[in-house]
């Protein structure tokens, strides 16, 4: 009996996953085979989709590119005639657990905890959930462990939290089971807002169980008898899969009151988010369940104080939480023996950017930037040089490639002045320009500050202005001291994390590339040859067909030529608006 | 016709039982009902709540996803995250804007399309990222993009239902 698995994340979904599923299905109609249709998650090989895999008696083989033509011929070759397509194989495991294929440079660094069941499982199906160990770590917790011996078992874990603080798990957990009171409460972050992060939505997607698994075993901790899910509405899939989840766990009696046989009762809630960047915040998230508008609050006191309606509150990220059920069910020594020795376990990337491999990997803590970029990662995308790699969102900042021996870690990443953040590393070449990166990071954050601290809210519109200026080639000298001067008052008088760090991609660019600063204002020019206002536009003679769409588009007429040959853009004429270039279909128009 | 349809979203602000917190639930419902939050579903729901409407206002007006202004028949969502924009999302953004003749954050004068740029979709490693309504679409470049909005923009056409019904 053949099973068959079609990658159904939201990245297979936008390679066009829905066709090859639904191919497939057709022809297990018309011509039956032994074999099962599953769906399951994102395995994280996001560069390869759409993935089909098709396990037979235990040996695994996975295609990748998988189009609704190629799905037939393997379906007609592998399904029924057990004929293996090699070169449209992607990976393939034998029942020794040997590892073969095209892209196992990908997943041979890899140690999956939190991705475990991503890519294996239905995430739909509870029973696949259960026969992969799932709720085995809930009953241990609940069945042989008293909450005390529960959050030392997180704390010698050596969990830290994995939504970018980095703060000890276990310890947080104490604190708000220490606290007294007629309710308490258990919430997931799963906001996810970090541009170029994608790691919790692929969980939620592929293995709702795991963070539910660990929210009831935080609840049983803690003493917390309802959760909360906040879940950013941009995510409509991992909501959708939620739900289902949450629905067959309390089917089987995992949420609700007297689980397993228990006097614990738990349940949870799916709370959408309505589009604020800052609800990911954990206070102005909690303002945000309690209908208001998501502005943080002072801490002290904490969450695991006064949180949630003021009651005892602790807040996790999601990727946090799915690591929990791994360590109730193989200890907290066997999760400590990976990592690094103050950032212990995996960490989830999210490899984005000018990168050949762009996925999920999960690597143990302390795998160098060079090892992730260009073992895992595949290295640079056309041969181009590695330039910088942005980490930690717009908290973060770019890590230039003469550091990328840097150990990524909570320890060695913010030595360089950039945090490890929530997971999420965009890779940049030398067409990218860092100026226009720090500029890109204060749109966003000027945008999505709640605007409470006069600093933050004045402030970051200020730094945006300069920038703006400078990438227009309208920059002064004295900008570079304005930028570090502002810096550093927003830094110190913002109450929260979106202030107190919506600098630092404008500090982490002066300090390492302060020469693409002084090229775009001392000399108006754009080393990286991507500010629009700072570069010629010129037509590749290659790739020009003649087609006069620019020509027509362009409105100062500033560009010649007949119809079917090659068309030139008069320099003196061009007042650099960047029409010609969203005007051609041949991509004939680049910037010099 | 509108009043039923006012009456069925009224049925179901009815059964609102007085739990704390509800009232961005209840603008999400609202929008997903009417397609955006005309004011009187503002009066309603200060009525169930007991909320000011001048609360609800500033809560509407603090999230993004909350529009009091009718949107298109097709909502894009452009990805304008940090790995679509070193993909290339501007010139993305740029395209659209002059194929559908609006701005962001405008709607077409057909009504057909309205558009928004977006923080980030998650899905980077198809950059550069589109949404129209609940469909992803990835590794986009100005020409397929075009092609996209006016095979919709046919579809949408075919199924347009005459005035004089």
Redesign the interface.
């Known amino acids: 009996m053949s099973k068959i698995y079609v990658g159904m994340g ?2 297979g ?3 066009g996953a829905r066709d090859t599923y639904d191919t497939l299905k057709k022809l297990m109609g018309e011509t039956p085979a032994t074999a099962e249709l599953h769906i399951t998650g994102c395995i994280g090989m ?2 390869r ?1 759409p993935l089909v895999e098709i396990r037979d008696n235990g040996s695994r083989v996975i295609y990748g590119e998988v189009t609704p033509e190629r799905a037939e011929e393997i379906y007609q070759r592998h399904v029924q005639n057990r004929e293996i397509i090699d070169e449209y194989v992607v990976l393939r495991e034998e029942t020794a657990g040997e590892k073969t294929g095209s892209e196992t440079e990908f997943i041979t660094p890899q140690e999956r905890i939190v991705l475990r069941n991503c890519g294996t499982i239905d995430p739909e199906s509870i029973a696949d959930y259960e026969a992969a160990g799932g709720y085995q770590g809930l009953r241990r917790a609940l069945l042989e462990m008293k909450p005390a011996e529960i959050i030392t078992e997180v704390k010698e874990s050596g969990l830290r939290g994995r939504g970018g603080a980095g703060f000890p798990t276990g310890l947080k957990w104490s604190f708000a089971a220490g606290n007294q009171s007629d309710r308490k409460f258990v919430v997931c972050n799963a906001d ?7 790691m919790d ?1 692929s969980v939620l997607e592929g293995d709702p169980h795991a963070v539910l698994e660990g929210m009831i075993i935080c609840g049983r901790a803690i003493g917390a008898d309802f959760g909360y899910i906040y879940c950013r ?4 899939l991992a909501i959708k899969r939620l739900n289902i989840a949450i629905a067959s766990a309390r089917e089987k009696g995992y949420l609700g009151k007297k689980i397993l046989g228990t006097d614990f009762s738990f349940d949870v809630k799916i ?7 800052v609800c990911g915040e954990e206070t102005a998230l909690f303002a ?7 502005m943080p609050r002072i801490r002290p006191p904490f969450p695991a104080e006064k949180g949630l ?1 003021q009651k005892p509150t602790n807040n996790n990220n999601v990727e946090t939480y799915a690591n929990i059920p791994w360590i109730m069910t193989h200890g907290a020594k066997a999760y400590a023996a990976f990592g690094t020795e103050k950032s212990r376990g995996t960490k989830v990337f ?5 990168v050949n491999h ?2 999920l990997a999960e690597v143990p803590m302390g795998m160098s930037i060079r090892d992730l970029v260009f073992k895992v990662g595949g290295g640079i995308k056309n041969n181009k040089r590695f330039k910088a790699v ?1 980490m930690g ?1 717009p908290s973060g900042g770019c890590i230039p490639e003469h550091l990328a021996d840097t150990p990524v870690d909570f320890e060695n990443i913010p030595q360089t002045g950039a945090i490890m953040g929530s997971g ?1 590393m ?1 890779v ?1 070449d030398e067409t ?1 320009c860092m100026v226009d ?1 720090a500029r ?2 204060l749109d ?1 954050t000027q945008a ?1 500050s ?1 605007g409470k601290c006069t600093f933050c809210r004045v402030g970051t519109l200020r730094m945006l202005e300069i920038l703006e200026r400078i990438t227009r080639g309208e920059g002064v000298p004295e900008d570079i001291e304005t930028l570090r001067q502002l810096s550093v008052q927003i830094k110190e008088s913002s109450l929260c994390g979106l202030g107190q760090t919506a600098p630092n991609p404008v500090l982490t660019t002066l300090k390492y590339f302060l020469d693409e600063y002084r090229a775009h204002i001392e000399d108006k020019k754009c080393p990286a040859k991507s500010c629009g206002a700072l570069v010629d536009y010129v037509i590749d003679p290659e790739k020009c067909v003649g087609c006069t769409l620019c020509a027509k ?1 362009c409105p100062v007429d500033a560009i010649s030529g007949q119809p079917k040959q090659l068309h030139v853009i008069d320099q003196g004429k061009c007042v650099k608006c ?2 010609c ?7 004939a128009v680049y910037k010099d | 016709m509108a009043d039923q349809h006012d009456a069925d979203f009224t049925f179901r602000l009815w059964r609102y039982d007085g739990e ?6 209840l ?2 419902s609202a929008q997903e009902h009417f397609g955006y939050i005309p004011r009187r579903a503002i009066k309603y729901i200060s009525g169930v709540t007991n ?1 000011p409407e001048s609360t609800i206002y ?2 509407i007006t ?5 529009r009091l202004q009718p949107m298109g028949k097709h909502v894009i969502r452009i990805c ?8 290339g999302a501007t ?2 953004i ?2 659209v804007q ?1 194929e559908l003749g609006i701005e962001v954050g405008g709607t077409t004068e057909d009504g057909i399309f309205t558009l928004f740029t ?10 550069p ?1 589109m949404m129209v309504d ?6 986009l ?3 397929t993009v ?1 092609k996209i909005l006016r095979g919709v923009r046919r579809q949408a056409a075919k199924q347009a239902v005459p005035e004089t019904a």
């Open positions: 939201t990245c979904l936008s390679a996001c560069y989709e996810e807002g970090d541009p170029g992060a994608f939505r509405a941009e995510y409509p709370k959408q988010g309505a589009g604020a960047f945000s369940i309690e209908g208001e508008r998501g309606w999210a490899l984005a950017g000018k762009g996925g942005q969102g999420g965009v940049m990218t990166i890109f990071f966003f999505e709640c588009n960047g029409k270039i969203s005007s051609c279909n041949f991509d | 704390p917190g509800e009232l961005i639930p603008l999400q909320v500033g809560v603090f999230y993004s996803q909350f304008a995250g940090t790995a679509c924009h070193v993909a010139t993305l740029e395209a002059d977006v923080a980030c979709l998650g899905c980077c490693s198809l950059a990222v609940d469909e992803t679409h990835g590794r470049s100005a020409a075009r």
